[in-house]
């Protein structure tokens, strides 16, 4: 069965330091591979997603992320993370044609 | 477009109830999903529709949970009886899927309290 691994739980960090959040996912076929975020209350919102093409997607709010094929990883990035985007951060990949399976999400923590 | 529509958005019962959540996809969308997410287990799978039929239940916990959708504008989740236990948010999403899987759109989620 297809999984994904989120290895960070929870992350704490400062205004404008710099952020990277690990993904890595098992499924061996065609992927599309999204990241969602869900501020606190919220439901969940796409901030960005790999179809195809350049491996390197830029998403809102200077969100990127990087599809390494070899690595089986999807990590996302940002430069430099402000108060707002305290958050919780969710991975995902699909599994066959419809479904998307999602990882257990990182709870990220900015400190002004 | 108005987005995924759900009612209620809270919903507070006593053990033993019959609960009914309600959920309206985006128009066009051709897939529907229902989702649970709490503290301990996160977000999961419950059960999702394509073209209104039902394609994967093996999320659902067990026979107390029940999932329909009449027609491509409408679907319910069901919980009879109801425990403590079920207490979470309830989520639905919709999305259009040619072939690949695509991006989901979430609703406000449902917050169930069973007390």
């Known amino acids: 069965a297809q999984s994904v691994s989120q290895h960070n739980h929870h992350v704490i960090l400062s205004e404008a330091a710099s952020l990277e959040l690990g993904c890595n996912y098992s499924?061996?076929?065609?992927?599309?591979l999204f990241w969602y975020v869900q501020y606190p209350g919220q439901h969940l919102q796409l901030l960005l997603k790999?179809?195809?093409?350049?491996?390197l997607v830029k998403g809102i709010k200077g969100f990127e992320a990087e599809f390494i094929k070899s690595k089986f990883s999807f990590n996302l990035r940002k430069p430099s993370v402000q108060w707002s985007d305290t958050a919780e951060y969710f991975c995902?990949?699909?599994?066959?044609?419809?479904?998307?399976?999602f990882g257990k999400g990182t709870r990220l923590h900015i400190l002004p | 477009d108005a987005g995924v529509i759900q009612s209620p958005r809270h919903e507070v019962t006593e053990m033993g109830q019959e609960v009914t959540l309600r959920c309206k996809p985006i128009?066009?969308?051709?897939?529907l999903f229902w989702y649970r997410q709490t503290m301990m287990r996160g977000l999961e799978l419950l059960i999702y529709f394509n073209n209104n039929v039902p394609i994967d239940d093996s999320g659902m916990p067990e026979d107390r949970f029940s999932a329909k959708m009449p027609n491509a504008s409408f679907s319910t989740l069901k919980i009879q009886p109801s425990e403590p236990r079920d207490s979470a948010v309830y989520f639905c999403a919709s999305s259009f899927t040619s072939g690949r899987a695509a991006e989901q759109f979430f609703g406000p989620g449902t917050r169930l309290t069973v007390l």
């Open positions: 790999y179809f195809s093409g350049d491996p």
């Open positions: 995902a990949v699909n599994e066959g044609d419809d479904k998307i399976i």
């Open positions: 499924y061996g076929g065609t992927v599309n």
């Open positions: 128009s066009g969308h051709n897939s």
